[in-house]
């Protein structure tokens, strides 16, 4: 892809924007009355940072930074709770991503991740937002769409204790998560 056109799209309620790419200005564009969308078409793809800075009222307004990323090496995750109640009810959703050695996220990445559950509880299904995958909700391994995969987490009831979830895939780094599962 180095060396190819890629065409930016910026969206923004912005009056107008300047795009830079490894820190050479790309240009400023206008936005109309009703477009909330800005076009960089010419756009010649290279490695590094992408920064969009938008306009308001003449006024520098918000930027936002996209980064190119390394080689996936290793799994990030986190729970959207980390308390839980132990009815048997009461779930947590746990996204994985596949990371760099820095961190960032790796968008265009489908590792096969492997969940297990120690504690009080049980992963009743997981995911990856691909509606052509047709892997069982509940099998323990999922096949990373974009990147991401989810894991569900229910506790058991009458059960309180320590929920922790690991993720793996080969060659990468694994993470863990613990949940707190407490009795009502």
């Known amino acids: 892809?180095?060396?190819?056109?890629?065409?930016?799209?910026l969206y923004t309620s912005g009056d107008e924007a300047e795009l830079f790419l490894n820190g050479k200005s790309l240009g400023r564009k206008k936005r109309g009355p009703r477009d909330y969308r800005l076009r960089w078409d010419d756009v010649v793809y290279q490695p590094g940072t992408l920064k969009a800075v938008v306009y308001k009222k003449g006024k520098r307004w918000a930027e936002d930074t996209v980064?190119?990323?390394?080689?996936?090496?290793?799994?990030?995750?986190s729970a959207d709770r980390a308390r839980l109640r132990a009815?048997?009810?009461?779930?947590?959703?746990?996204?994985?991503?596949i990371a760099d050695k820095d961190g960032r996220p790796v968008p265009r990445t489908h590792d096969r991740i492997t969940f297990k559950l120690s504690g009080p509880g049980e992963i009743v299904a997981t995911d990856n937002g691909d509606a052509t995958d047709l892997e069982s909700f509940q099998s323990p391994q999922r096949k990373a769409f974009n990147?991401?995969?989810?894991?569900?987490?229910?506790?058991?009831?009458?059960?309180?204790?320590?929920?922790?979830?690991?993720?793996?895939?080969?060659?990468?780094?694994?993470?863990?998560?613990?949940?707190?599962?407490?009795?009502?």
């Open 1 to 9: 892809r180095v060396g190819q056109v890629t065409p930016v799209h």
């Open 67 to 77: 980064a190119t990323t390394g080689q996936p090496a290793k799994l990030l995750v």
């Open 87 to 97: 009815d048997g009810k009461d779930l947590s959703f746990v996204t994985v991503t």
């Open 147 to 184: 990147g991401l995969a989810l894991a569900i987490v229910k506790t058991k009831a009458g059960e309180a204790g320590k929920l922790t979830l690991t993720a793996s895939a080969d060659g990468l780094e694994g993470a863990q998560v613990t949940l707190d599962s407490l009795a009502q």
